[in-house]
């Protein structure tokens, strides 16, 4: 028994380790990358993410309300009342009062990025309303520029003069309605978090009234048809797209280039092939909606052109993933592309990290953006944003959460250890083994016991009524010229012979020693059988020593079990 139980306690160890090595295993996660992929949402339709995103933020913000609104609120306010200090002064045409406003707006919103950045609204509302302040707050500044230099022009005369004008004017329209259409967007938003709008939306009413800045309807010559042909195609196009614009000079006008104005801004001084002319504009700027454009050439100018910038998807991709070479380290990268493929250049991406801090990164000429930083032991998640700061044809975007684990130094060297140690322990346990077998060549196997190794034993047919040799009774003499266990093996098998040959079976031999007392359970005999072979595996297997008196004992059960089987008594 004592060695049945050292091969117990020896299966026992081997799957402790292997149960080990499958929990611990199981406890550490892989460290490579858990891609973000497309963003939230992708239909592969052009619609108004900026609007979806804005939806997404006030849901989330409707869901939880937000625990810093309070402090957020009165700095949100500082933002909106200096702004409409400026809005009053400029619809009064008061614009040196007005330019000196400008720097307290910057100043409110400055302050108003610190609390943005210290509590991680990223993804809110509130830092919806702070980009689209900040954009504001650059329309206004050029704005009041461009209202100055069309005073400046006032009572000049002229082609050049008229020419001048035009493309102020021209600003100026733009940038009006687009501060406008972002103002109630910032109105919304401060709504939602009971911010008072009533000061901003009077000075935002006596700003967008019609004024004297419309551009004239006249093409810039005094007289007579225009003489610069002019056209665009196609008449509208997306981020990315380029369009061709086409002319010729007419009317006797001759010159060596010919200048094209966007938005009353130059974008291009082109050469003549003869009086025709020809430039590729690529749309990377501006907003969505109507823009216009014309030529000039030897000091005259063509009449206007309108073309429509319509907004477009932007897609953002994040991936995160730990750098096993550099510990603590992970790169996180990704693409900023519009739904038609193209790759968004020179764009600002924020990534967020775990809700906690932002940083600003830049994407390549081809759209990709790669950040490689520290990050504390532990599970991080990653996510990128991309706004539409000054990329106004694109929409905002969202990526998908990427996850990524930063293993400690415990955690990289535990599966090294662990595969260590249990190769150790294997090699020692089956060592000790080995060893203690050398020892105790007693045990062979199971099938029979040790001392019948080598020997055959008769072979009956169950029907054969008398075997063809029956082994003597055990005297006592005989067991006492034999080792002890010799004896035992030697009483058990003419014991289970000769059951067999009275009772089968005729395999009897290849059988254990329990499946055979087992196989006679039933029978008279069956009780006493199994009592015999249960003292005979205690000497056996048990580590004790039987003495003359244990085999003398085993003999004579074995000579009752035998007439009780119906054996002769002899």
Same mark, same amino acid.
């Given at each position: 028994?004592?060695?049945?139980?050292?091969?117990?306690?020896?299966?026992?160890?081997?799957?402790?380790?292997?149960?080990?090595?499958?929990?611990?295993?199981?406890?550490?996660?892989?460290?490579?990358?858990?891609?973000?992929?497309?963003?939230?949402?992708?239909?592969?339709?052009t619609?108004?993410?900026?609007?979806?995103?804005?939806?997404?933020?006030?849901?989330?913000?409707?869901?939880?309300?937000?625990?810093?609104?309070?402090?957020?609120?009165?700095?949100?306010?500082?933002?909106?009342?200096?702004?409409?200090?400026?809005?009053?002064?400029?619809?009064?045409?008061?614009?040196?009062r007005?330019?000196?406003?400008?720097?307290?707006?910057?100043?409110?919103?400055?302050?108003?990025?610190k609390?943005?950045?210290?509590?991680?609204?990223?993804?809110?509302?509130?830092?919806?309303?702070?980009?689209?302040?900040?954009?504001?707050?650059?329309?206004?500044?050029?704005?009041?520029?461009?209202?100055?230099?069309?005073?400046?022009?006032?009572?000049?005369?002229?082609?050049?003069?008229?020419?001048?004008?035009?493309?102020?004017?021209?600003?100026?329209?733009?940038?009006?309605?687009?501060?406008?259409k972002?103002?109630?967007?910032?109105?919304?938003?401060?709504?939602?978090?009971?911010?008072?709008?009533?000061?901003?939306?009077?000075?935002?009413?006596?700003?967008?009234?019609?004024?004297?800045?419309?551009?004239?309807?006249?093409?810039?010559?005094?007289?007579?048809?225009?003489?610069?042909?002019?056209?665009?195609?196609?008449?509208?196009?997306?981020?990315?797209?380029?369009?061709?614009?086409?002319?010729?000079?007419?009317?006797?006008?001759?010159?060596?280039?010919?200048?094209?104005?966007?938005?009353?801004?130059?974008?291009?001084?082109?050469?003549?092939?003869?009086?025709?002319?020809?430039?590729?504009?690529?749309?990377?700027?501006?907003?969505?909606?109507?823009?216009?454009?014309?030529?000039?050439?030897?000091?005259?100018?063509?009449?206007?052109?309108?073309?429509?910038?319509?907004?477009?998807?932007?897609?953002?991709?994040?991936?995160?993933?730990?750098?096993?070479?550099?510990?603590?380290?992970?790169?996180?990268?990704?693409?900023?592309?519009?739904?038609?493929?193209?790759?968004?250049?020179?764009?600002?991406?924020?990534?967020?990290?775990?809700?906690?801090?932002?940083?600003?990164?830049t994407?390549g000429?081809?759209?990709?953006y790669?950040?490689?930083?520290?990050?504390?032991?532990?599970?991080?998640?990653?996510? *990128?944003? &991309?706004?539409? $700061?000054?990329? %106004?044809?694109?929409n905002? #975007? +969202?990526?998908?959460?990427?996850?990524?684990?930063? =293993?400690?130094?415990?955690?990289?060297?535990?599966?090294?250890?662990?595969?260590?140690?249990?190769?150790?322990?294997?090699?020692?346990?089956?060592?000790?083994?080995?060893?203690?077998?050398?020892?105790?060549?007693?045990?062979?196997?199971?099938?029979?016991?040790p001392?019948?190794?080598?020997?055959?034993?008769?072979?009956?047919?169950?029907?054969?009524?008398?075997?063809?040799?029956?082994?003597?009774?055990?005297?006592?003499?005989?067991?006492?010229?034999?080792?002890p266990?010799?004896?035992?093996?030697?009483?058990?098998?003419?014991?289970?012979?000769?059951?067999?040959?009275?009772?089968?079976?005729?395999?009897?031999?290849?059988?254990?020693?329990?499946?055979?007392?087992?196989?006679?359970?039933? *029978?008279? &005999?069956?009780s $006493?059988?199994? %009592?015999?072979?249960?003292? #005979? +595996?205690?000497?056996?297997?048990?580590?004790?020593? =039987?003495?003359?008196?244990?085999?003398?004992?085993?003999?004579?059960?074995?000579?009752?079990?035998?007439?009780?089987?119906?054996?002769?008594?002899?």
């Amino acid at each position: 028994m004592r060695k049945i139980r050292r091969h117990v306690l020896f299966i026992a160890l081997l799957i402790t380790v292997a149960a080990l090595t499958l929990i611990l295993s199981a406890g550490h996660p892989g460290y490579g990358s858990l891609t973000g992929g497309l963003p939230n949402g992708y239909t592969g339709q052009t619609h108004d993410t900026r609007a979806n995103l804005y939806s997404r933020d006030l849901q989330r913000e409707q869901q939880t309300p937000f625990r810093c609104s309070e402090e957020v609120s009165p700095l949100m306010e500082n933002v909106l009342d200096s702004t409409a200090e400026v809005l009053s002064a400029a619809s009064e045409e008061d614009y040196k009062r007005a330019g000196g406003g400008l720097e307290g707006v910057g100043s409110d919103i400055k302050d108003l990025n610190k609390q943005i950045a210290r509590q991680n609204l990223i993804a809110t509302g509130i830092y919806e309303f702070t980009q689209a302040s900040q954009d504001n707050h650059r329309s206004l500044s050029g704005y009041l520029s461009d209202s100055e230099k069309l005073d400046r022009l006032q009572g000049r005369e002229g082609d050049a003069a008229g020419l001048e004008g035009k493309a102020i004017r021209t600003r100026l329209n733009i940038e009006k309605n687009a501060i406008v259409k972002r103002s109630d967007r910032i109105i919304d938003v401060a709504l939602q978090f009971g911010v008072n709008t009533t000061k901003f939306e009077e000075s935002l009413e006596a700003f967008a009234s019609p004024s004297d800045a419309a551009a004239p309807a006249s093409s810039g010559n005094k007289t007579g048809p225009a003489p610069i042909n002019l056209t665009v195609e196609p008449e509208d196009g997306v981020f990315g797209d380029t369009l061709l614009f086409s002319g010729e000079l007419l009317a006797g006008t001759q010159a060596d280039s010919v200048n094209i104005t966007v938005d009353g801004n130059n974008v291009a001084s082109v050469p003549t092939n003869g009086n025709r002319f020809r430039y590729e504009y690529l749309i990377d700027q501006g907003s969505p909606g109507v823009h216009s454009a014309y030529a000039t050439a030897a000091g005259r100018s063509s009449g206007e052109v309108k073309f429509t910038i319509r907004p477009v998807d932007a897609h953002l991709t994040c991936d995160a993933s730990y750098n096993p070479d550099a510990p603590g380290f992970a790169i996180c990268s990704g693409m900023l592309i519009t739904i038609t493929g193209a790759p968004v250049a020179e764009a600002p991406v924020i990534l967020s990290i775990d809700r906690e801090r932002t940083i600003r990164v830049t994407t390549g000429s081809d759209g990709r953006y790669v950040h490689n930083g520290t990050f504390t032991a532990g599970r991080h998640t990653v996510t *990128a944003y &991309f706004t539409g $700061d000054g990329l %106004t044809p694109l929409n905002a #975007a +969202e990526s998908r959460p990427a996850d990524f684990v930063i =293993p400690s130094l415990g955690s990289v060297l535990a599966p090294t250890f662990l595969l260590t140690s249990s190769i150790a322990i294997t090699a020692l346990s089956a060592a000790w083994f080995l060893q203690r077998s050398r020892h105790n060549t007693g045990y062979q196997g199971i099938r029979s016991f040790p001392d019948e190794e080598g020997q055959t034993a008769p072979q009956y047919d169950d029907e054969s009524p008398e075997p063809h040799s029956v082994l003597p009774e055990p005297s006592a003499d005989l067991l006492h010229e034999q080792t002890p266990h010799e004896a035992i093996g030697r009483i058990y098998s003419g014991l289970r012979d000769r059951i067999a040959v009275l009772h089968g079976p005729a395999n009897a031999a290849a059988m254990t020693p329990r499946e055979f007392a087992a196989r006679h359970g039933r *029978a008279q &005999f069956g009780s $006493d059988l199994e %009592t015999f072979v249960r003292r #005979a +595996e205690a000497f056996r297997y048990g580590g004790l020593v =039987p003495t003359g008196n244990d085999l003398d004992d085993l003999a004579a059960l074995a000579v009752a079990i035998h007439r009780e089987a119906g054996g002769e008594e002899d």
